[in-house]
């Protein structure tokens, strides 16, 4: 695809997030403007986080001290590498890479994505991965995240945005359920 088609892809697409299930931007970049602002996340934010993410698994975040989850997420805006941001996170009671991608869009999203089934499987469709998955780690949001840095690069959208296009297209084209 070369970079209009990429630039039509992504536009339409982001059109469409609106009408998914999807993280709701607005509150992404509130959680952002927060953790920005303290330098870190409390328990409760925490849990609103995973909460818009996977509201059947956010229960687990209350397991975490509260101390912790300062801890970890102070420490998760100091580290360099995508990987070691995501390990730490998920180090974290209730966060697998795909709500640890939540808390790291939020705090750059010219920088992150929020990945999950869905943006894995249209990133697929389009030549950038192969097969299909359906649990993540940190080395798969690194799989996940160079090409979608690619796919910003050539286009006019911040990665945060090229990951909702993503998310919006497989939500249209995708047949059956979702897993």
Partial sequence: MDASDLDAFVAENLDRYAETQGVLPERLAAFGERYRSQGFLTREQLYEIAYESSTRSAYH???????????????????????????????????????ASCVLAALDGDRHAVVDTRVWASLERLGYLD?????????????????????????????????????????????????
Wanted: glycine letters at 8%; proline letters at 5%; one cysteine or more.
């Fill in 131 to 179: 097969g299909r998955k359906e649990r993540f780690d940190a080395a798969d949001y690194v799989a996940m995240i160079e090409p979608i840095r690619e796919i910003a690069g050539e286009t006019d959208a911040r990665p945060v945005d090229v990951g909702y296009a993503l998310f919006a297209h497989d939500d249209r084209v995708r047949e059956g359920t979702l897993h």
């Fill in 61 to 99: 975040v209350e397991r975490n001290p509260e101390a912790r989850c300062r801890e970890v997420t102070r420490n998760a805006r100091a580290v360099d590498g995508d990987f070691s941001a995501i390990r730490l996170l998920t180090g974290l009671s209730g966060f697998q890479a795909p709500t």
